[in-house]
């Protein structure tokens, strides 16, 4: 990986997986295609969610032996100079001892979430979405608490996402990834006044 600082288009700094370890604030950061963003922390109901879905993705997964689930913040290291902080992030367990290491995954992981918030949804929906792709990551969540939908995109043959299935309200959500999984949407979204 490149560690020293580069000049990007037009003068700007671009930043690396370098650059990127030796912040010393306690702030919370992601560098996409060399670009410095400030990630603001997330609200309560994002929280919830989170929480709700990982939580039993973990227990899926640590019950069936399939690898390691890690939560925000922890930083996934798609490239030289793209470090993200996805909401959820999942690597099977045959390349568990490959790409996770004591700082971070190192590499494509073979699941990643987003939760939408309002500062963060383009940012979501569109860079990062086009870096996971890139990377290879096979499965892409998107969960959006407004419409409570979760979308499910799986990396196609040509290297970009195909939609999958969208589940919402009180529906199940299923991930051929996870084959005996079925999680109730119900349990997942926070109560109105949360």
């Known amino acids: 990986m490149t560690l020293a600082p580069r000049e990007g288009e037009e003068g700007e700094r671009h930043w690396t997986v370098g650059d990127y370890r030796g912040l010393d604030d306690d702030q919370r950061y992601e560098v996409l295609r060399g670009q410095l963003l400030m990630v603001p922390a997330s609200g309560r109901s994002h929280q919830r969610i989170i929480t709700r879905l990982g939580s039993l993705f973990d227990t899926y997964v640590a019950a069936k032996g399939l690898g390691e689930c890690f939560h925000a913040p922890f930083d996934v290291y798609l490239s030289d100079d793209t470090v993200v902080q996805p909401d959820f992030t999942f690597v099977a367990a045959d390349r568990v001892d490959d790409i996770v290491k004591s700082h971070g995954v190192v590499g494509a992981p073979d699941l990643v979430v987003e939760v939408l918030s309002p500062s963060t949804a383009s940012r979501d929906r569109g860079e990062k979405r086009a870096a996971y792709a890139q990377a290879g990551v096979q499965w892409f969540l998107i969960v959006d608490p407004e419409v409570q939908t979760v979308e499910v995109f799986s990396l196609g043959s040509d290297g970009r996402y195909e ?22 949407l119900e349990e997942v979204w926070p109560e109105a006044d949360e």
């Open 163 to 184: 939609w999958v299935d969208t589940s919402s309200g009180s529906e199940t959500l299923t991930i051929e990834l996870f084959v005996e999984l079925s999680i109730p």
